[in-house]
């Protein structure tokens, strides 16, 4: 089941990718590990438990602990809104290969409500905001960063 957010992101990551200029040759490569930033690999420490009729997130100590705290993270846009500034919109651990194409599970994807509008790119962006760290949330998220921030 594939949760009504990640479809609309998808959708307008399309419109985004055709209507942007050509992506450059290496932004299609994973991001290297950076010490001052959460950690992809961190955030995929998540497994589905089924709790009566439905699966829910079981996060790993080290992933529960982020909950509510400031903490920098680094990924590509998928826009959730039209236009090339975005307030909302979805972080990737990896960068979209195909318009039509979901780039991860819900491990790899952090929800983004930013303070001020972030110009969409190719690039990758660094963020910083205040994670949430969900485990039973009705669109299928499991991270959202609210409040977020350009950083360095």
Same mark, same amino acid.
Do not use: F, H, S
């Given at each position: 089941m #594939?949760?009504?957010l990640l479809l609309? =992101?998808?959708a307008l990551s399309a419109a985004a990718y055709a209507q942007a200029p050509s992506a450059p040759q290496d932004a299609f #490569? !994973?991001?290297p590990e950076r010490k001052d930033v959460v950690s992809w690999k961190l955030l995929a420490q /998540? *497994?589905?438990v089924k709790m009566k009729d439905k699966f /829910?997130?079981?996060f790993a100590a080290g992933v529960a602990a982020l909950d509510k705290k400031e903490v920098k993270v680094q990924g590509f846009m998928m826009p959730l809104e039209m236009g090339d500034k975005q307030t909302h919109f979805i972080l990737s =651990?990896? !960068?979209a290969s195909c318009a039509f194409c979901m780039p991860g599970g819900p491990e790899q994807l952090v929800e983004v409500r930013s303070t001020k509008p972030v110009k969409y790119t190719f *690039?990758?962006?660094v963020l910083t905001g205040?994670? =949430?760290v969900l485990k039973d949330d009705p669109t299928g998220v499991f991270y959202r960063l609210t409040d977020a921030q350009p950083s360095n």
């Open positions: #594939k949760p009504l609309v =992101a998808l #490569k !994973p991001l /998540v *497994e589905l /829910v997130a079981q =651990a990896m !960068p *690039e990758p962006v205040k994670l =949430a």
